[in-house]
Nanobody, 124 residues
Framework: QVQLVESGGGSVQAGGSLRLSCVVS????????LGWFVQAPGKEREVVAT??????????VDSVRDRFTISQDNGNGKDTVHLQMNSLKPEDTGMYYC???????????????WGQGTQVTVSS
């Protein structure tokens, strides 16, 4: 069974930084995609960034490109995916979820392995 555990959320002022981490265990396949998604209040979950496992192949939604960086560490049967968030804006506020899927599909509705989420709140 796949398990994902996020950490690193919090409250910051605009312009600040946060680093989210997610430990993934139990993924049975050699390939796959790790992703970070955000769900703001009253909105649907949306992709933020993705990275193919074991590669540096990344995707960023336009609103975070040049501010956020997704990275990963792999080994000992676990993946850890990080999201470094710089120059945070109030519109970045939301619950951030990490996920793992067979491919880097941008539609979160096809992903079915998620962590519990970590809240990020950015005040102006």
């Amino acid at each position: 069974q796949v398990q994902l555990v996020e950490s690193g959320g919090g409250s910051v002022q605009a312009g600040g930084s946060l680093r989210l981490s997610c430990v993934v265990s139990g993924w049975k396949y050699s390939s796959g995609c790790l992703g970070w998604f955000v769900q703001a209040p009253g909105k649907e979950r949306e992709v933020v960034a993705t990275i193919y496992r074991g590669t540096t192949s990344t995707y960023y939604v336009d609103s975070v490109r040049d501010r956020f960086t997704i990275s990963q560490d792999n080994g000992n049967g676990k993946d850890t995916v990080h999201l470094q968030m710089n120059s945070l804006k109030p519109e970045d506020t939301g619950m951030y979820y990490c996920g793992i899927h067979s491919a880097c599909v941008l539609d979160p509705r096809v992903w079915n392995s998620w962590g519990q989420g970590t809240q990020v709140t950015v005040s102006s």
